[in-house]
């Protein structure tokens, strides 16, 4: 995954925090049954939450690595020779 993943996955995070709050703390409805718009509301906050840190994970996490492929082809007596190499790069820091 690559960065612009992380700050999608943090800029949805922030949206449901901040309609989860508002469900939490902002509505006042007294409803007979088992649907109550406070519970939805903090369980929008949290999965919020967690969607945040995610994004902020995969965003540190993101882009530090790089894969670099080379291919070189041969002409030979027989036909065409294809050589396929890869190398990858992982930062240490």
């Given at each position: 995954?690559?960065?612009?993943?992380?700050?999608?996955?943090?800029?949805?995070?922030?949206?449901?925090?901040?309609?989860?709050?508002?469900?939490?703390?902002?509505?006042?409805?007294?409803s007979?049954?088992?649907?109550?718009?406070?519970?939805?509301?903090?369980?929008?906050?949290?999965?919020?939450?967690?969607?945040?840190l995610?994004?902020?994970?995969?965003?540190?996490?993101?882009?530090?690595?790089?894969?670099?492929?080379?291919?070189?082809?041969?002409?030979?007596?027989?036909?065409?020779?294809?050589t396929?190499?890869s190398?990858?790069?992982?930062?240490?820091?």
């Open positions: 995954m690559n960065r612009g993943t992380g700050t999608g996955l943090m800029g949805g995070g922030i949206v449901l925090i901040a309609i989860g709050a508002v469900l939490y703390w902002g509505v006042t409805v007294n007979a049954g088992w649907f109550n718009i406070s519970n939805i509301g903090l369980i929008l906050l949290w999965i919020g939450v967690g969607t945040l995610l994004g902020a994970i995969l965003l540190i996490s993101g882009g530090r690595s790089r894969t670099t492929t080379r291919e070189d082809v041969h002409s030979t007596p027989t036909g065409s020779e294809r396929l190499e190398d990858e790069w992982h930062a240490t820091s």
